[in-house]
């Protein structure tokens, strides 16, 4: 992976596409964008699954944001997902993490509130990262700390 952290942003609103990549181009990073969970997973695949934080909208038509959620925990380990929508409650936000999402941020968003989600996001994906090999499979070092229960 880069240096610099690279975002992925799906949402099937073109204008919250747009709000967020602005925002997170102006913190440094590299954005990608989808429109929905299908376009996600091909973008995915284009790049290698070189993308260190998904960002979804959880209502999208075809795949929303929980089937997305799903395919790139089974796909892209390490990746984490922020979910946001606007239509969030919490027993949606509940499964949502029980599910394997990073985060749960309900529109209108505090840009300062997401910056924060999206730089943890960061830094938790480089740890994980740094941990698996290409093809899935945890490095020498990863697999000795799980093996002393680390």
Do not use: W
Request: with cysteine; proline share 3%; glycine share 10%.
């Amino acid at each position: 992976m880069s240096q610099q952290a690279r975002i992925l942003v799906v949402d099937d609103e073109a204008n919250m596409r747009m709000i967020l990549r602005a925002m997170l181009t102006r913190e440094g990073y590299h954005v990608d964008e989808a429109a929905d969970g299908l376009a996600a997973l091909a973008a995915l695949e284009r790049c290698g699954g070189e993308v260190h934080v998904i960002i979804t909208d959880l209502r999208m038509p075809g795949l929303d944001g929980m089937g997305l959620l799903g395919r790139i925990i089974e796909e892209y380990p390490g990746r984490p997902v922020v979910m946001i929508t606007a239509h969030g409650s919490v027993d949606t936000a509940v499964e949502a993490m029980k599910v394997g999402a990073f985060d749960f941020v309900t529109k209108p968003f505090d840009a300062g509130d997401l910056r924060a989600v999206v730089q943890k996001a960061v830094n938790t994906a480089r740890a994980e990262l740094d941990l698996i090999e290409p093809g899935g499979e945890l490095n020498a070092c990863a697999q000795a700390c799980r093996a002393k229960g680390a």
